[in-house]
């Protein structure tokens, strides 16, 4: 059974840091292409970062600059930090695992940026 299991996320001011964690078991995580989705209240779930299973990075607009994504495939563990925390990066944030033949999802974790 696949399980995705995300943490790291909580309440932080404008212009602060988190580091999101997402653990899979129940794959072959290295040939699993990973990505970070988030949505918002309202809106619909959008792509935030995703890393090819080789570690290549490819990061929304609105992202680039302020998050990384990583992955440590000895950890089975892919990682966002997020720097520069904007108010409009209020979301909760999921974990993605993008197969040949299907994807899976975490449970997702809330990110609130607010003073």
């Known amino acids: 059974q696949v399980h995705l299991v995300e943490s790291g996320g909580g309440l932080v001011q404008p212009g602060g840091s988190l580091r999101l964690s997402c653990a899979a078991s129940g794959i072959v995580f290295s040939l699993y292409a990973m990505g970070w989705y988030r949505q918002a209240p309202g809106k619909q779930r959008e792509l935030v970062a995703a890393?090819?299973?080789?570690?290549?990075?490819n990061y929304a607009d609105s992202v680039k600059g302020r998050f990384t994504i990583s992955r440590d495939n000895a950890k089975n563990t892919v990682y966002l930090q997020m720097n520069s925390l904007k108010p409009e990066d209020t979301a909760v944030y999921y974990c993605n695992a993008h197969g040949v033949r299907r994807d899976y999802w975490g449970q997702g974790t809330q990110v609130t940026v607010s003073s």
């Open positions: 890393i090819t299973s080789g570690g290549i990075p």
